[in-house]
């Protein structure tokens, strides 16, 4: 089955910077949307950023300018740049990705095991 491996994920500064990964493995057909999302404790989950296979980017305003999503078609990535962290970046950050498992079948939703990143003050 389809399976998302992230990583890149760590301590660091405020106004440091970390770079996440995420990897798609397994039997599926295509890859559609990419896109990172994150919870802090005792908060909803919120998107941060999407991109769409030929390179659209959607990036929440609250992340928008310090991070940057991109991907790698032949190696099934995802990638996140963040840049200029802050404290309220700290969260678990998860990977979905938009997979059709078969050429005929509907499209799923598959999610990663996420990944720690804290910002120091």
């Known amino acids: 089955q389809v399976q998302l491996v992230e990583s890149g994920g760590g301590l660091v500064q405020a106004g440091g910077s970390l770079r996440l990964s995420c990897t798609a493995s397994g039997n599926f057909f295509s890859i559609n949307v990419m896109g990172w999302y994150r919870q802090a404790p005792g908060k909803q989950r919120e998107l941060v950023a999407t991109?769409?296979?030929?390179?659209?980017?959607n990036t929440a305003d609250s992340v928008k300018g310090r991070f940057t999503i991109s991907r790698d078609n032949a190696k099934n990535t995802v990638y996140l740049q963040m840049n200029s962290l802050k404290p309220e970046d700290t969260a678990v950050y998860y990977c979905?990705?938009?997979?059709?498992?078969?050429?005929?079948?509907?499209?799923?939703?598959?999610w990663g095991q996420g990944t720690q990143v804290t910002v120091s003050s």
């Open positions: 991109i769409t296979r030929p390179g659209t980017t």
């Open positions: 979905d990705a938009e997979i059709a498992p078969t050429r005929w079948e509907q499209v799923h939703d598959y």
